[in-house]
């Protein structure tokens, strides 16, 4: 609750409080009948001087944590994670089933592209780029946002009305525009940059929020109890000029950091990971 009030810790209103509590409480002939009541004053102008903090911040500020180089990111999300909720009683925006499903399924999709790709990474989780699509997603607006952020990350939103058996059906139609795209060209006859996104091969990491709206404008028409669906990219894809991916033998063009580790046609330095902790070698 702290945090619904501005935090100005030196206002007009606090200094006539401290002067209050002050000329009342010096008095000689008041500080035995007045001790209690000082107490509590002292007490209150405190605790009203105290910083906020909470949980739904690092909510609001997620998206702006995308601005800064990686490195910096990274230590900025490390020396606040103390202060963060835990990731697993953090209140999510997507059910844990729902985040497997999105992440195995681009994962299916990224393994499967022809011509096959020699350089697509393997895709993982990301709670950071979860967090800013949560942030947009609640502002049940249909379009792409918020604009300073895009310049740093990918993303694809899609949307239903009514009832859906699984959060796959928001999540196929951008593999379906897989047809209108011809390797390495870019979209013909349609718009494609959602499938162009889900198989950019440096894309390695994704986050993705649901929300549901009560009241949504979709192309000029107002949509009741739309289900909503933003997923982030990082990195961006969809660069002018560039192909998705690598064409060649699965794996055979990685970047050097995954050291030749290669999981279902995809760079996973997991794999990596697991070779060590076993005593494989390579």
Same mark, same amino acid.
């Given at each position: 609750?702290?945090?619904?009030?501005?935090?100005?810790?030196? #206002? @007009?209103?606090?200094?006539?409080?401290?002067? $209050?509590?002050?000329?009342?409480?010096?008095?000689?002939?008041?500080?035995?009948?007045?001790?209690?009541? *000082?107490?509590?004053?002292?007490?209150?102008?405190? +605790?009203?001087?105290?910083? *906020? &903090?909470? &949980?739904?911040?690092?909510?609001?500020?997620?998206?702006?944590?995308?601005?800064?180089?990686?490195?910096?990111?990274?230590?900025?999300?490390?020396?606040?994670?103390? &202060?963060?909720?835990?990731?697993?009683?953090?209140?999510?925006? =997507?059910?844990?089933?729902?985040?497997?499903?999105?992440?195995? $399924?681009?994962?299916?999709?990224?393994?499967?592209?022809? @011509?096959?790709?020699?350089?697509?990474?393997?895709?993982?989780?990301?709670?950071? +780029?979860?967090?800013?699509?949560?942030?947009?997603?609640?502002?049940?607006?249909?379009?792409?946002?918020?604009?300073?952020?895009?310049?740093?990350?990918?993303?694809?939103?899609?949307?239903?009305?009514?009832?859906?058996?699984?959060?796959?059906?928001?999540?196929?139609?951008?593999?379906?525009?897989?047809?209108?795209?011809?390797?390495?060209?870019? *979209?013909?006859?349609?718009?494609?940059?959602?499938? #162009?996104?889900?198989?950019?091969?440096?894309?390695?990491?994704?986050g993705c929020a649901i929300r549901r709206c009560s009241n949504m404008y979709v192309f000029g028409s107002m949509w009741?109890?739309? &289900?909503?669906?933003?997923?982030? $990219?990082? =990195?961006?894809?969809?660069?002018?000029?560039?192909? @998705? $991916?690598? #064409?060649?033998? @699965?794996?055979?063009?990685?970047?050097?950091?995954?050291?030749?580790?290669?999981?279902?046609?995809?760079?996973?330095?997991?794999?990596?990971?697991?070779?060590?902790?076993?005593?494989?070698?390579g």
């Amino acid at each position: 609750m702290c945090c619904e009030r501005p935090l100005q810790l030196k #206002t @007009p209103a606090l200094f006539k409080l401290q002067d $209050y509590i002050h000329n009342t409480c010096s008095q000689p002939d008041r500080r035995q009948m007045m001790s209690l009541a *000082c107490v509590q004053l002292f007490f209150a102008a405190t +605790l009203w001087t105290l910083p *906020c &903090t909470a &949980t739904s911040v690092a909510v609001s500020s997620a998206t702006q944590l995308l601005h800064l180089k990686d490195a910096s990111m990274e230590a900025l999300l490390r020396n606040s994670s103390d &202060t963060s909720a835990p990731r697993t009683r953090r209140k999510r925006f =997507i059910s844990s089933k729902d985040m497997t499903a999105i992440l195995d $399924y681009h994962n299916r999709v990224r393994s499967q592209v022809f @011509p096959p790709a020699g350089n697509m990474e393997y895709m993982v989780w990301d709670e950071r +780029l979860a967090k800013s699509a949560e942030s947009w997603a609640a502002q049940c607006i249909w379009d792409h946002g918020p604009p300073h952020v895009l310049r740093h990350i990918g993303q694809n939103l899609s949307i239903i009305s009514g009832r859906y058996r699984s959060i796959i059906d928001l999540v196929r139609s951008w593999y379906d525009e897989r047809h209108y795209f011809s390797y390495p060209n870019r *979209c013909s006859g349609s718009v494609c940059t959602h499938y #162009t996104q889900m198989v950019w091969a440096t894309s390695n990491k994704i986050g993705c929020a649901i929300r549901r709206c009560s009241n949504m404008y979709v192309f000029g028409s107002m949509w009741k109890q739309a &289900t909503f669906l933003v997923c982030n $990219y990082s =990195i961006k894809g969809n660069w002018v000029g560039e192909a @998705p $991916y690598k #064409t060649g033998k @699965p794996c055979s063009a990685c970047p050097s950091s995954y050291g030749g580790s290669c999981n279902k046609n995809q760079c996973d330095s997991r794999s990596k990971s697991r070779r060590n902790a076993s005593g494989v070698r390579g």
